[in-house]
């Protein structure tokens, strides 16, 4: 069994049930266990700035799952909730990234792992700091990372949090 990460974004067709229901989903995913997940976090967008905010989050995922093959069961959990590749950065209904795959490094065409830049955005590190504080990423404690990003845009939401169903 190996230990993935994996970063949960949505901001498109209630982003909160979408990334809800992506938990459980990944949850069913074959050969896989959901070990622990983040809150959910409301986080402006990194990109272009108009489309609404995102809901992100991140899961542990005990998996046997090749990182390749895992890479496809998330790219097929995203077409499941209809997403489209309009353009960079730009708004989704889903976005599921393999943030870490135990130890490995890992350098293909269709993946890099640990995910490239994940060190440089808090609404990666934050969640991921709640769920698992004692790793460390490219040598360095998540902590530290951590510390160094402007964490004051990201809002963890409550279970009365309620955001706006977002159409684009």
């Known amino acids: 069994m190996s230990l993935a990460y994996i970063g949960l974004g949505s901001n498109l067709d209630n982003p909160m049930a979408q ?6 989903e990944l949850a069913r995913l074959p050969l896989s266990d959901v070990v622990g997940a983040s809150s959910l976090y409301a986080t402006p967008p990194l990109g272009p700035q108009d489309q609404p905010d995102f809901i992100n989050a991140v899961a542990a995922l005990e998996t046997r799952l090749s990182p390749l093959a895992l890479l496809d069961q998330l790219q097929a959990l995203e077409q499941r909730h209809r997403r489209q590749r309009q353009r960079r950065w730009g708004p989704r209904t889903l976005d599921l990234d393999l943030l870490l795959y135990g130890q490995e490094t890992i ?6 792992v640990p995910h490239l830049h994940m060190h440089t955005r808090a609404f990666v590190l934050v969640p991921l700091y709640e769920l698992a504080p004692d790793l460390s990423l490219h040598h360095r404690p998540l902590g530290d990372w951590r510390a160094e990003l402007d964490s004051a845009p990201i809002r ?3 279970d009365t949090d309620v955001t706006p169903t977002a159409t684009i």
């Open 19 to 24: 990334v809800r229901q992506a938990l459980d």
């Open 107 to 112: 350098r293909l065409p269709r993946l890099r």
């Open 156 to 158: 963890r939401l409550t």
